[in-house]
């Protein structure tokens, strides 16, 4: 079974879930008010999967590794933090965090470095999304 076809399965069973399918790709739209979107694909050359959160990323080589960040992103388990500079009108950072013995614990950063640096002395907010699916 191909990688995308393996997400489509994992999914299949939540019927509320809405997602765009596609050859080498799928994208997950935000589930409830205040989820976020995820999306997957792998390269032509096969060898390389990529998962997508909001406008964050993550690469993967190992396609069980990637579905199980999937899985995460879709638990009630998973929160993503988002560092938003008020400003410029942009995000800039993306954390996934796991609850583990009720406290979130860091599983991955994507961002802009170059913004982490400008954001650290003017106005920003953090906003977390979850969507809660499985």
Known sequence: MSFIKKIVAL?????????????????????????????????????????????????FIVEESAIDFIRLLLSTKCRLKISHQILLKVNHRWVVQKQEHNKWKTVYVSGFSLFDIFCYWTNYRTLIERNMVF
């Open 11 to 59: 999914i299949n069973h939540h019927p509320k879930i809405l997602f765009e399918e596609h050859e080498s790709s799928i994208e997950i739209h935000a589930h409830g008010k205040n989820g976020f979107s995820v999306g997957a694909s792998i390269s032509s050359s096969g060898l390389n999967y990529t998962v997508a959160f909001d406008e964050g990323f993550r690469g």
